[in-house]
C-alpha cells in the first residue's frame, strides 16, 4: 500500500518518509503497540467510532496509556486532508512512549479483480488464543505471524490463509473474518474461540439480518467449509471478497457474498 500521509501526536502533518518512532519504543522492540485500519469512502472513514473504541480496547489489554480518542481524530483529519484522496485506507497506531499516528494509504489496485476471479485460500493448523493473556481481540502490532500466514500461503500458490485450531475447529484469516454460507443460513466463526472481533464481521451480522439471512456462529470444523455452498471473508479493506477455492478444491459462487458486498457498500457510501 503506497503511504499518501503521516499526522503524528504533538508534531501534525509531517513527510511519509520521516521518521516517527523513538528507537526504544516498545511497539518497534516487542511488537506491543495497538492499531486499527479503516476504509474511508468519499473522505469518510467507516465505522470510525466502532475503530477507535476497539483501539482503546487494544490498548488497555496492553497495558497501554488510555487512547485518546480526540487526539486520533484530529490526526486523521489531517492525514486525509494531506494525502488528497476521498477513497483510501486509514491506519491508526498507539504506541507505548506514547506517539499517536494516523496513516494514509493508497487503496491496493488488485481488490476488485481479486473480487471478480475469488480468493485461494489454504488451511494452516495452528494454536487458538482463547486464553485471556494470550491477548485474543487485541489488534496489537506483533503480526509477524499473520504475515508469515498470507506468505505461506503465497508460497503454495494460494492468495490467502484461514487459521483452524488443533481440532479442526475454523477460526479466521491472518487480516480476516471467515464467513459461508450452507443452504439458506450464513455461518461464521463465534467470538468466544480467540478471534478478532472485526468491525466489518459486526456490520454484516447487521446486514445480513436485515437482508433476512439467518446467521449461525459457533465452532465449526474445516470439513464444514469444505461443504458450503459458498465461502467468503470480510475485512475493512478487502471489504466481502468471495472465495473460490479452498485447500486447491473449487468453492461454489453463490449470491450472498456480492448481496453483502452491495450492502455493505451502500451503508459505507450511504450521504450523510
Ligand atoms: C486477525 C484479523 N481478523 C479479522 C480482521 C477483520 O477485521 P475488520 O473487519 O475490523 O477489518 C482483521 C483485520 O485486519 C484481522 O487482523
Not at 487494544?58 to 480518542?69: H, T
Not at 468466544?192 to 466489518?200: D, K
Request: aromatic letters at 6%; glycine letters at 8%; hydrophobic letters at 45%.
Amino acid at each position: 500500500m503506497t503511504l499518501l500521509a503521516v499526522a503524528v501526536g504533538g508534531r501534525g502533518v509531517v513527510a511519509p518518509d520521516e521518521p516517527v518512532l523513538r528507537a526504544d519504543d516498545e511497539a518497534l522492540l516487542r511488537g506491543r503497540a495497538a492499531f486499527e485500519t479503516l476504509r474511508v469512502y468519499g473522505g469518510r472513514p467507516f465505522r470510525l467510532s466502532e475503530h477507535l473504541v476497539r483501539l482503546a480496547t487494544s490498548a488497555e489489554r496492553l497495558g497501554l496509556p488510555k487512547v485518546d480518542a480526540a487526539e486520533l481524530q484530529e490526526l486523521a483529519r489531517l492525514a486525509l486532508d494531506a494525502g488528497g484522496t476521498q477513497d483510501c485506507v486509514l491506519r491508526f497506531f498507539w504506541t507505548p512512549s506514547p506517539t499517536a499516528l494516523a496513516l494514509v494509504s493508497e487503496l491496493p489496485e488488485h481488490l476488485e479483480p481479486l473480487r471478480e476471479r475469488g480468493q485461494r485460500l489454504i488451511a494452516l493448523r495452528g494454536p487458538r488464543a482463547d486464553e485471556p493473556w494470550l491477548l485474543p481481540g487485541v489488534k496489537s502490532t506483533s503480526y509477524a505471524v499473520n504475515m508469515a500466514a498470507e506468505a505461506e500461503a503465497k508460497r503454495r500458490g494460494a492468495d490467502d490463509a484461514v487459521f483452524v485450531d488443533v481440532d479442526g475447529v475454523v477460526l479466521e484469516g491472518p487480516t480476516t473474518n471467515i464467513w459461508w454460507r450452507r443452504g439458506q443460513p450464513l455461518f461464521t466463526p463465534a467470538l468466544e474461540l480467540g478471534i478478532l472481533a472485526g468491525v466489518t464481521r459486526a456490520t454484516l451480522l447487521e446486514l445480513a439480518a436485515a437482508a433476512g439471512y439467518e446467521v449461525r456462529e459457533g465452532a465449526f470444523r474445516l470439513g464444514e467449509l469444505l461443504e458450503a455452498d459458498e465461502l467468503f471473508t470480510s475485512s475493512s479493506v478487502r471489504e466481502v471478497m468471495p472465495v473460490a477455492e479452498l485447500d486447491g478444491r473449487p468453492v461454489g459462487r453463490g449470491s450472498a457474498a456480492d448481496e453483502l458486498q452491495a450492502v455493505l457498500r451502500a451503508a459505507a457510501t450511504l450521504p450523510a
